[in-house]
């Protein structure tokens, strides 16, 4: 084999191979498929659960589960804590603002034939769309859309159009590379190795929440912020608020650093013998920043901390307590 071809061969190879790491790499970069499926909203939410069935902690504690949700089980066969894998929101206020709408696209493992014999029993009506059924079902004043796009994929929503859930169907069989505008513009900026972010745009003049003395989340009026929570041992998370100017991001700097000032104070107050050292190491580790039209915002969570945070997430015990045996009480009253 001569030199020339011997370099022409290898030049092939790295072509070809250039080409494989690109398209993993594009692949890589695209969000997660689950969120590009999702509508139009101003609030964008995804986690992957995963990691967590790692942990397995409903062996250690069972989880006790009762009333709908323990008759949605015993039906479906479906555990969200169990059977869950990821999951995808979008969320927007009504246009009168009074109320909000959402939708979701779950994706676990279940049994299909179950889930649709329980949503054909509870749905008030279903129709037919695009090789899909939609299952209707009222709840709490809401109309609750549900399809189940293949083995491992549901998409609900309880927006009043059905347009939200048709689009879904449609982009389940061709996910497009872009997803809801909010996901297209500032999923750059979420971290590669995050489990979980939130991408939510606060407009201007909008009703920011308010605490009894006062207080309000207005400074955050008229920028997106990008959370986001990745796990190494320790669990970082990190928010990016991104404000029109670089002197807007400095009044959120400054409004974050004044909330934290007024948190620490009132912990202080409420618990004079001091915090928990776990907690108390997870507010020292705040660090509020700016770089240049984006105020930053990062924490750490220890792993003592977390395993707290699961323990106390575990729902006592529910076990009956036994009643006494009639020896026993034949006993008793003999003492007696």
Not at 105 to 125: A, N, P, V
Not at 222 to 246: M, W
Request: proline share 7%; hydrophobic share 40%; with cysteine.
């Amino acid at each position: 084999m001569t030199l020339r071809r011997k370099l022409l061969i290898s030049a092939i190879l790295l072509v070809c191979l250039a080409a494989i790491a690109f398209f993993f790499w594009r692949r890589a970069a695209l969000p997660p498929e689950a969120a590009r499926l999702l509508p139009e909203g101003d609030v964008l939410l995804y986690a992957n659960l995963q990691p967590l069935h790692l942990f397995e902690t409903d062996k250690l504690h069972p989880v006790q589960v009762e009333g709908d949700y323990r008759d949605f089980i015993d039906q479906t066969g479906i555990q969200f804590e169990r059977d869950l894998e990821q999951v995808a929101m979008s969320r927007r206020d009504t246009p009168d603002g009074k109320d909000t709408e959402s939708s979701e696209i779950f994706i676990g493992k279940f049994d299909q034939q179950r889930l649709q014999s329980y949503l054909e029993k509870t749905s008030s009506r279903s129709e037919a769309y695009n090789n899909h059924a939609i299952y209707s079902i009222p709840h709490e004043g809401h109309l609750v859309r549900v399809s189940i796009l293949d083995p491992h994929r549901v998409a609900v929503t309880n927006m009043e159009s059905a347009t939200q859930i048709r689009g879904m169907i449609d982009a389940s069989a061709h996910p497009p590379p872009r997803g809801p505008s909010l996901l297209h513009d500032y999923y750059s900026r979420v971290p590669a190795t995050a489990l979980a972010w939130l991408i939510t745009r606060t407009p201007a003049n909008s009703k920011a929440a308010q605490f009894p003395n006062g207080w309000s989340f207005d400074f955050l009026e008229n920028t997106v912020a990008v959370a986001s929570l990745r796990y190494r041992g320790d669990v970082l998370f990190q928010a990016d608020v991104i404000a029109p100017t670089d002197p807007e991001a400095k009044r959120v700097s400054d409004a974050v650093t004044t909330f934290l000032w007024i948190s620490r104070s009132a912990a202080q107050s409420l618990n004079p013998r001091g915090t928990d050292p776990d907690v108390k190491a997870a507010f020292d580790s705040i660090q509020v920043g700016q770089n240049k039209n984006v105020a930053v915002v990062t924490a750490t969570l220890s792993q003592r901390m977390l395993k707290k945070l699961v323990t106390e997430a575990q729902p006592e015990s529910t076990a009956p307590v036994p009643s006494p045996s009639p020896e026993a009480s034949k006993h008793r009253r003999r003492r007696r």
